[in-house]
């Protein structure tokens, strides 16, 4: 992303020229690195553990702990849940386990995290950009009245401890800097995919802090009536496939983007396409591909008629292996592709399919 301008971020004001800025004394009592675990149903977000590892990074500049905040319904879950975080980097564990936290309610869930800061004081609260974590990170945000930076690409921090939190502006064509100066916790929301899965130590364990909720069910409003879970919506799952076929302008019609399906059934993979696809209405928001959509890190990634600007290279680079489609030789996205091929996607696509077709057909008849 060093090719993306970047806005220029705040400067800590200092007392004089080269002095460190003199952080206010209550400061002191806020230290360690937390990231919230978001659990659905016993099942971790991988993006909390991605968090970890990029905690992992913030904490031991810090020279500080590297927490797991985990919230569950009963203490099986929890330990299951806490075990994850150690095995992925974390030294401690924050547990709350109570029945009313079964399933999330934004209440009851910002009842427990603002209890939990205000009585162990981290200086960095992390969250996953999902939906959960965007709803329970305004609110606790919120609550706390701090600041929150959201929808992160990227994560810093100075000797003095101040969290620099890089996201897209201005539609995805500038990056921008945020600090928070003058508030503790440091909060920050980030994308799925966009950190790297840390590695796994199996048998690492830490220290369990629990803490009780002090919440009744009469305390909390919204009730669970069902939960459906995403493998049985027909929302995209396009941040964890392993395969990922995506279309742009370059196919030139909606029905034509029907190629890209086709493909994309054949290989088991998902679909998605570039930002301009979406505004034409040719695909739904949820499939958009790149710094304002998606971010993806798949085996393989198939890009059929994309040009490949910046936007949608910072969305895609971290996939294995790149193959893109394009009829124009000096497209961009022949400059970060592993594979290119100049061809007019419309005509390769079809082939593509029935190659692959006739190739899995022939190894379900030798299996």
């Given at each position: ?146 600041g929150l930076t959201a ?59 629990e803490h009780p909720l ?154």
């Amino acid at each position: 992303m060093s090719d993306v301008p970047k806005a220029d971020a705040p400067k800590p004001a200092a007392g004089r020229a080269g002095t460190k800025r003199e952080l206010p004394e209550h400061f002191k009592a806020y230290r360690h690195v937390w990231v919230v675990i978001e659990c659905e149903h016993g099942i971790v977000h991988p993006v909390s553990l991605e968090l970890l590892g990029e905690g992992r990074k913030l904490a031991d500049k810090r020279g500080v702990e590297l927490a797991g905040v985990v919230l569950a319904g009963d203490p099986l879950t929890a330990a299951q849940v806490a075990a994850a975080a150690f095995e992925h980097g974390a030294d401690l564990a924050y547990v709350v386990t109570d029945p009313i936290l079964a399933h999330y309610r934004n209440e009851s869930y910002t009842r427990a995290m603002t209890d939990l800061v205000n009585t162990y004081k981290p200086e960095i609260l992390l969250l996953g950009a999902t939906n959960l974590g965007r709803d329970l990170a305004g609110s606790v945000a919120t609550t706390l009245l701090t600041g929150l930076t959201a929808d992160c690409t990227e994560l810093a921090i100075d000797d003095e401890g101040s969290l620099a939190a890089t996201r897209p502006t201005f539609g995805g064509s500038l990056l921008c800097t945020i600090m928070t100066l003058n508030y503790r916790p440091q909060m920050a929301t980030v994308r799925p995919r966009v950190m790297s899965l840390p590695e796994r130590t199996p048998g690492r364990w830490g220290r369990i802090v629990e803490h009780p909720l002090n919440l009744t069910e009469a305390d909390i409003i919204t009730k669970v009536l069902r939960f459906v879970a995403d493998r049985e919506s027909d929302k995209a799952q396009l941040a964890y496939a392993d395969i990922v076929v995506a279309g742009g302008l370059g196919l030139r019609s909606a029905e034509n983007f029907q190629l890209v399906r086709s493909l994309a059934e054949v290989l088991g993979a998902e679909y998605g396409g570039s930002r301009p696809l979406v505004q034409k209405g040719w695909i739904s928001a949820d499939r958009q591909i790149g710094q304002t959509g998606k971010t993806i890190r798949p085996k393989l990634y198939i890009a059929a008629g994309i040009s490949g600007a910046i936007q949608h290279r910072v969305g895609v680079e971290g996939a294995d292996t790149i193959v893109a489609i394009n009829t124009d030789p000096k497209a961009p996205i022949f400059e970060f592709a592993h594979l290119g091929v100049v061809a007019d996607a419309i005509e390769l696509l079809p082939a593509l399919t029935r190659a692959f077709r006739a190739h899995l057909s022939v190894n379900r008849l030798a299996g």
